[in-house]
């Protein structure tokens, strides 16, 4: 086990946290079989659940698993339409020549050898010359054209098999006129795939699920959908026996009860206590208190997020912290504001639907910071 003095982080330690995330990549066995199965059945699939569960890291490693190589568009990075257009170019680019070449020629390309040369002809043929000319670029340009973009998806999958990895679906509709339409990409997507097929692969928090495969959506009742959840009991178990880290069954059981399996957190607990110097057994209590005492000025920052989503946020925020559901004595608050609320904060991550009319917060370490008390499972009623 790590040691370290009170009050001093050990290198040891910090090193550890890639490694916890590598280990429970690992142990999520179940999951990561899910969508490699879903992946060979289906050219459409879709990947759910709340935020910061792993739906990333679990995709990017079933596509490792079955040797796809995506088109990776983030919508998190997207700003706009052009900065849209930016990301598909570069990411089609990587897909079509051998990463050291892209790495010459969009950083050093007067020095670039003659395969990288090469290389590049082969962009402009795919690409064309305007497109090719942005994928190498470090920046976007305001004049770029998306549609041409999207369309030169349909140019690459002419030669080769590809698949079209959209991530974090949300994260344009959680700025208020946000330039890039999510969905209206998705409806662009599957237009161009019916002319020239490719796979599409979406991951998407779980509220905006009816948006992409609902009536009104691009994959209605089309393709199939894998739920992510929180990493089991099982699976931190297996992290721990992986890392060597001798954490007793019950601390590990009251210590993802009080952190209710968030993975942030978790992780957090994990290290801590693989970097505890004291006699006896550390108790869940005192390491999660250690943890939610350590405000990082997140529960501020939370808040702030909360309200700047929608007037009623950091209310609602402030009312799930306390196990009070938001629909509850709402006062002068309409039902439909209260709702459209609870949405917008469900997008952003902010809150969980643990079931029908129940709430928690995500983070349950902002959970405890806002109330003050140590945390306990279940949502609001």
């Not at 190589?69 to 998190?76: E, G």
């Not at 208020?176 to 997507?189: A, E, I, T």
């Not at 721990?240 to 399996?261: F, K, N, Q, W, Y």
């Not at 990082?296 to 196990?323: K, N, P, S």
Request: proline share 6%; with cysteine; net charge neutral.
């Amino acid at each position: 086990m790590v040691k370290r003095a009170r009050g001093e982080v050990s290198p040891d330690v910090r090193e550890l946290i890639p490694e916890v995330h590598r280990a429970l990549d690992d142990a999520r066995v179940r999951e990561r079989a899910e969508i490699r199965e879903a992946l060979e059945a289906s050219n459409f699939v879709g990947v759910e659940g709340e935020a910061e569960v792993g739906k990333t890291a679990l995709v990017a490693r079933a596509l490792r698993d079955a040797q796809i190589n995506p088109v990776r568009i983030d919508l998190a990075a997207a700003a706009s339409e052009a900065h849209l257009a930016h990301i598909i170019a570069r990411a089609l680019a990587r897909v079509l020549i051998a990463p050291p070449d892209y790495s010459l020629l969009s950083g050093t390309p007067d020095l670039a050898p003659s395969s990288a040369r090469s290389a590049r002809l082969h962009l402009e043929r795919v690409l064309g010359a305007d497109l090719t000319q942005l994928a190498l670029s470090g920046t976007a340009k305001s004049d770029a054209s998306l549609q041409s973009a999207i369309e030169a998806i349909g140019a690459v999958a002419e030669l080769q098999h590809s698949t079209v990895w959209i991530d974090h679906v949300e994260s344009p509709g959680l700025t208020s006129r946000h330039p890039v339409d999510p969905f209206g990409l998705l409806w662009s997507l599957r237009a161009t795939a019916q002319r020239t097929p490719f796979a599409v692969v979406v991951t998407a928090n779980g509220a905006v699920t009816d948006d992409v495969a609902g009536p009104k959506g691009a994959f209605h009742m089309d393709g199939t959908w894998v739920r992510v959840d929180r990493p089991s009991p099982s699976a931190w178990a297996s992290v721990c026996d992986a890392l060597g880290l001798h954490i007793s069954e019950v601390l590990l059981t009251d210590l993802l009860r009080l952190l209710e399996c968030y993975p942030p957190a978790t992780i957090m607990a994990i290290v801590e206590v693989a970097g505890l110097r004291q006699e006896g057994h550390p108790l869940a209590d005192d390491i999660v208190r250690r943890l939610a005492s350590l405000d990082d000025g997140t529960a501020r920052l939370t808040l702030a997020y909360a309200r700047g989503l929608h007037r009623l946020g950091g209310e609602i925020i402030e009312r799930v912290a306390h196990r009070v559901g938001p629909y509850v004595d709402r006062g002068p608050s309409k039902p439909e504001d209260v709702r459209r609320a609870v949405l917008k904060l469900r997008r952003a991550g902010l809150i969980s639907q643990v079931r029908p009319s129940a709430y928690r917060l995500t983070n349950p370490l902002v959970a405890m910071r806002l109330r003050g008390t140590l945390n306990e499972p279940g949502g609001t009623d």
